[in-house]
């Protein structure tokens, strides 16, 4: 029985571990476009658009 145990806590902890890592891979992910979107965005213009917005600012 002990093993049967043992055995079924090591699958639980395997996949929980897993499924946690993948969660947080996501939520980290997504902070970081979200604090980098404006540099994103602005590099994807093209230089001459990116002139007006900075003269617009």
């Known amino acids: 029985m002990s093993n049967n145990f043992r ?5 639980l902890h395997t996949w ?3 499924l ?10 997504a902070g970081t476009i979200a604090f980098w979107r404006e540099g994103l965005n602005r590099a ?3 230089p001459g658009r990116q002139e007006l917005v900075h003269r617009d600012a």
Do not use: N, R
């Not at 055995?7 to 699958?11: D, I, R, T, V």
């Not at 946690?20 to 992910?29: K, R, S």
């Open 20 to 29: 946690l890592g993948w969660v947080l891979f996501v939520i980290f992910m």
């Open 44 to 46: 994807k213009q093209s």
């Open 7 to 11: 055995q079924s806590q090591s699958f």
């Open 16 to 18: 929980s571990g897993l």
